[in-house]
């Protein structure tokens, strides 16, 4: 519905304008008040965006392969973006700092989408062929590319490794 598509569009846009800002270190240090309530912005339009995203994704225009696509991308979305919001809750900034990674990186894949569409005509790809490939290619490279720097690939060290999810980090 045209409701379900303004709501996925305003708060994902929402999430993308904020999620950098949470990186800023020297805003968490210097402004941890702003940064919790940015963040409790982030999650919202994170939730809000993401269900109404993977409402409307199997009703895709350019058809199933391409719904499945971006309702995977919501399946995901929502609950990294809530497992960073949870670990946050209990103070496990060390697993609340990996999910929100994984979050954004969900998040950025509308800036990735909108990267690769013009690529299509330029290597005379049809369009719809192209954009079922990008359902998936807008985010699954994000998340692979996330995961290799939460293990250390691009610093030569491995990051923290957080615990498992629901064990309290060492204090």
């Not at 919790?36 to 392969?65: D, E």
């Not at 690769?116 to 985010?139: E, M, N, T, V």
Request: charged residues 15%; contains cysteine.
């Amino acid at each position: 519905s045209p409701l379900g598509l303004e709501a996925h569009i305003g708060f994902a846009g929402v999430a993308l304008v904020v999620g950098p800002f949470q990186f800023l270190k020297r805003l968490r240090a210097k402004q941890p008040t702003l940064h919790r309530w940015l963040g409790r912005i982030y999650v919202a339009a994170c939730t809000i965006g993401g269900v109404a995203g993977g409402a409307i994704a199997l009703y895709s225009s350019a058809g199933p392969i391409a719904g499945w696509g971006f309702f995977l991308l919501a399946v995901c979305w929502v609950p990294f973006t809530l497992l960073a919001w949870i670990s946050a809750m209990r103070r496990d900034f060390v697993a609340h700092e990996r999910w929100m990674i994984r979050s954004f990186a969900m998040t950025f894949g509308a800036v990735t989408l909108r990267l690769y569409l013009p690529l299509l005509p330029l290597f005379h790809i049809d369009f719809l062929d192209g954009y079922r490939a990008i359902s998936f290619l807008a985010w699954v490279p994000n998340l692979i590319v996330a995961e290799l720097y939460l293990r250390g690939a691009f610093s030569g060290r491995a990051r923290a490794r957080a615990p498992a999810v629901g064990t309290p980090s060492p204090s």
